[in-house]
C-alpha cells in the first residue's frame, strides 16, 4: 500500500464528518430528553425495540461498568480520541484505508458525544432498548462506537492483509 502524505481535505472531511455525527448524537439526546424523561416508553416494534429513557443517567460504562467512576472516562477518553486521530493521520489516504477512515470518525464522534453527556449531565443519556432481548438502554454515539469496533474487527480478521500495516512500521526514507 503506497503511503500517500496527509492532506488537509481528508482531515477536513473528517472534522465535517464528526461535527454532522456528534451534533445528530446530541441531538437524538435532546429529543430524548425532552419526550421521554418521566414518561413512559415508547415502543417502534412492539416486545423487540423501544425508546426507554434511562432515568438517573448513565454514569459508568456498558452494562453499568464502573458506574459511579465518571473521572476514568474524563481522563480516557481524550486519550482515546487522540490515540484515534493518530491512527486517521497515519493511515494512508489510498481505497484500500478508506473504510478504516470512516471508522474512526465513527469512533471519535461516539467518543465525543457521550464525553460532552459526562461534562454536561455527569452521566450518558441513554434511550433505545432492544427490549427483546433485555439488551442495556443504549444511545446513537454507543451506536457509533460498538458498529465501528466490530467492522473493525472484521476488517483487520479478513480484509486486510499483513502488508496493508506497513504504514505503521517506520522507514529510513521518511
Known sequence: MNKQKFSAKYALWAF??????VAFDQWTK???TIYLEGKSPIPLIDGVLEFHF??????????????GHSWIFYVSTPILILA??????????TRRAL??????????SGAIGN?????????????????????????????????STILLF???LFYYKDADYDFLKKTKTE
Open 115 to 147: 464525553l460532552i453527556d459526562r461534562i454536561r449531565f455527569s452521566s450518558v443519556i441513554d434511550f433505545i432498548y432492544f427490549k427483546l432481548i433485555n439488551f442495556p438502554i443504549f444511545n446513537v454515539a454507543d451506536i457509533y462506537v460498538t458498529v
Open 84 to 93: 484515534v486521530m493518530y491512527l486517521f493521520y497515519k493511515l494512508p489516504q
Open 54 to 67: 434511562l432515568e438517573g443517567g448513565n454514569t459508568g460504562a456498558a452494562w453499568g461498568l464502573l458506574n
Open 30 to 32: 435532546h429529543l430524548a
Open 16 to 21: 465535517v464528518g464528526i461535527v454532522v455525527l
Open 99 to 108: 473504510p478504516v477512515h470512516v471508522i474512526t470518525v465513527f469512533i471519535i
Open 154 to 156: 472484521i476488517l483487520v
